[in-house]
């Protein structure tokens, strides 16, 4: 029989609850730099101890440093900064469209980056990545390591994708490979998983409190990465957040990557949402259109643009009323490039899921998009590495 071991599992607490301190004190020195220790300390109710503790172990590891600040009397006070130059990151977004490498600082300001088509062929898109992340390896010193967000199924533990259904590749040993062929540490997950990291991590003020949350990831797919207590939730070799190919109903405008009309990333994925478009055009409509230019047609006002949005906004309400009744989180983050309709969307959604309710007294989660726009999954590869940095406590 398996029996818990309680001491381990304190361990274990204590261990995630210095993680989640972490994240909070490095938050606000971002946010609020220069910032005083007893300032931190009244904003985030952390003890005055917890957070020189903290600040001790982030300036030991180069990520932030004491300036003096200006004096109102008697002693001036010292005020921490990040900095900015020290520690970087590889962030590697592979997109079903394109993969972009980047190099960052480690509060996920991109310093360079390079664009690239992916290319079906994983062999050509594994050497155009390496080769990117090579040019920055010969002009930066101090680079920490890599992360890598992947559309697809990942290994928790070896960093492979295990499965990438736009491109039907599979148990490709990308961190080992990446690793072996750059000499970094390589982190590796799957895209959603990535983008929740990147809220908890990178995220704006809206969310620096919630430590549960699910953020719905919308692109060519649909997937979600669940955050509990600060941290990635992962299931079972990694198979957490597959809610995309939960059941929503039958006759959906297109079909799951797993081939399914029922599914609900066959209703209210980015191309649900395109097909639903054309069928209003009937068959007039540019076979070749994006996502993004969708947006830019509702926005401009095209009827038959903005009715596809806001019907794939009712089937995304309609998820997630699910998801939160199952899992009554804090929030729901929507993120992708539905994100950018969130004026056109918002009413809809709410209105579902106010409608789609146990209860009219049970308070809802609070939907909102996005705190990363555009970057979302970008700054999900470099959160990957900010996370793995963190994950381990410092020896005093
Ligand atoms: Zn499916």
Not at 41 to 68: C, F, M, N, P, W
Not at 260 to 276: K, Q, V
Not at 378 to 392: D, E, I, P, T, Y
Request: proline letters at 4%.
């Amino acid at each position: 029989m398996r029996r818990i071991n309680l001491k381990k599992a304190n361990v274990a607490r204590a261990d995630t609850i210095r993680y989640i301190n972490r994240q909070i004190v490095l938050n606000y020195i971002r946010e609020k730099e220069p910032i005083s220790r007893a300032e931190i300390s009244h904003e985030t109710a952390l003890q005055r101890s917890t957070v020189s503790l903290i600040v001790d172990e982030l300036k030991t590891r180069g990520l932030i440093y004491e300036v003096e600040g200006e004096s109102t009397g008697g002693r001036p006070p010292t005020l921490l900064r990040l900095r900015a130059a020290g520690c970087m990151a590889i962030g590697i977004d592979i997109g079903t469209a394109q993969t972009t490498v980047a190099i960052a600082d480690l509060v996920g300001r991109v310093i360079e980056r390079d664009v690239f088509d992916t290319d079906p062929d994983v062999t050509t898109t594994f050497r155009r990545l390496t080769s990117s992340v090579q040019k920055y390896i010969d002009s930066n010193i101090n680079i920490e390591g890599i992360g890598v967000s992947v559309p697809g199924l990942v290994s928790p533990e070896t960093g492979a994708a295990l499965f990438i259904p736009h491109f039907k590749w599979r148990n490709w040993a990308l961190a080992v490979e990446l690793s072996e062929a750059t000499g970094l540490p390589v982190t590796v997950d799957n895209d959603a998983n990535a983008a929740a990291l990147a809220e908890l991590w990178l995220g704006r003020p809206e969310i620096r409190d919630v430590r549960d949350f699910i953020l719905v990831l919308v692109h060519e797919g649909l997937g979600t990465g669940i955050i509990f207590d600060g941290q990635v939730y992962q299931g079972v070799a990694g198979a957490a957040g597959e809610f995309g190919h939960m059941t929503i109903g039958k006759g959906a405008p297109v079909v799951c990557a797993a081939g399914s009309e029922e599914c609900w990333e066959a209703f209210a994925s980015e191309r649900a949402a395109l097909a639903r478009y054309r069928q209003r055009r009937s068959g007039v409509a540019d076979s070749d259109l994006s996502f993004g230019r969708l947006i830019d047609k509702a926005f401009a006002k095209d009827d038959a643009a903005r009715e596809a949005l806001v019907e794939t906004a009712h089937y995304l309400g309609l998820g997630i009323s699910n998801l939160t009744k199952g899992l009554s989180p804090e929030a729901v983050i929507l993120a992708g490039d539905i994100a950018r309709a969130w004026p056109l969307i918002a009413d809809e959604l709410r209105s579902t899921l106010a409608v789609n309710t146990i209860c009219s007294d049970l308070v809802s989660a609070p939907v909102f998009a996005s705190t990363l726009g555009e970057d979302t999954r970008l700054m999900g590869a470099l959160s990957l590495v900010l996370a793995r940095k963190f994950a381990s406590v410092v020896p005093a």
